[in-house]
């Protein structure tokens, strides 16, 4: 008759609170739990989605990531397999800014992996080493809408960097400060100096996944071009997705459109969320959409 809903930014916390019975259903189970919850009866639900954990990188004049060295070399640092040991599995690899199975994938040059060495060859040519690191700073957030677990997780990246010769300083907010602040874009001055913000994003369609995070006109705080990227060259790209109706001659630009998301490094790519849950056995009824949006209507309660 009714659905009650409890904010528990902890992930502890949530699997706590589902194992005592305070509730029947979490979102982003801390995966060293899930153990213990498929071992009790609890039901884990998950299922690959539209969405991508990423760091949006500031393109300000002056921004270390100006360097598409930089910007390869941190690709680069990432093993995104040991991240997925970290999160128990639950994550899809990141091989670029969208899905690997994405129909506008396409056919980067770059390949978006682990090779720790190469990394350090382009920090070495852009003029930086373990010794004498390339510092940034980075805004992230302890918990979010689609973060999935980003405290652990950006810790995660931050060893990796630093293992190549890239030095992160957190700047940690919390979430509704970070959403303004995302809004408010790379020039404002209440980042404080940040060059790169963790934020995940919904890459549904062409405008929500792709257009709106580069497009000339839509610089923060006019849009949601956090990192004041303008580009003509995929300016011209995205007029072209605005003004192709032809479903296949959409798909092959939209190709193209990602394909220099990837070759030029244009975000640290990192993995896409599978969108994690856990509930109790008596709930019934419920089936994993690959969409941030879920239909309740079928659920019950036994």
């Known amino acids: 008759d009714k659905m009650v809903l409890i904010p528990l930014p902890e992930p502890n916390a949530r699997a706590a609170a589902l194992l005592s019975g305070q509730v029947d259903w979490i979102e982003a189970p801390a995966p060293d739990t899930i153990p213990a919850m498929s071992g009790n009866g609890f039901v884990i639900s998950s299922n690959a989605y539209p ?20 910007r390869k070399a941190a690709n680069l640092a990432i093993d995104r397999e040991g991240m997925g040991a970290l999160l128990g599995g639950l994550m899809v690899p990141a091989k670029g800014f969208l899905p690997p199975s994405s129909q506008w994938f396409g056919e980067p040059t770059f390949d978006v992996t682990y090779d720790p ?18 510092k940034v700073k980075a805004l992230i957030s302890p918990s979010g809408s689609g973060q999935m677990l980003p405290l652990p ?58 257009i709106r995070h580069l497009s000339c006109d839509l610089i923060a705080p006019n849009g949601t071009n956090w990192g004041h990227y303008c580009d003509p060259e995929m300016q ?16 092959a630009v939209l190709r193209q459109t990602h394909e220099k ?21 008596k709930v019934k009824g419920f089936v994993q959409a690959q969409n941030w949006y879920q239909n309740f209507s079928s659920i019950s309660m036994e």
């Open 117 to 134: 060495d190469a990394a350090k060859a382009l920090l070495a040519e852009a003029g930086y080493s373990v010794d004498n690191p390339l």
């Open 236 to 251: 011209a790209l995205f007029d072209q997705i605005k003004t192709t109706f032809d479903p296949e001659e959409q798909d």
């Open 51 to 70: 969405h991508n954990w990423t760091w949006h990188l500031s393109r300000l004049d002056g921004s270390p990531w100006n360097d598409i060295r930089v």
């Open 261 to 281: 998301f990837v070759n030029e490094a244009l975000f640290l790519m990192v993995t896409h969320d599978v969108a994690p849950r856990a509930m109790s056995p």
């Open 153 to 210: 997780m950006n810790e995660y990246l931050q060893q990796s960097l630093a293992e190549v010769g890239i030095e992160v300083e957190f700047m940690v907010v919390e979430w509704n400060q970070m959403i303004n602040l995302w809004r408010a874009g790379a020039g404002d001055a209440a980042v404080e100096g940040s060059e790169s913000i963790n934020f995940t994003y919904f890459i549904q369609d062409p405008f929500t996944g792709l």
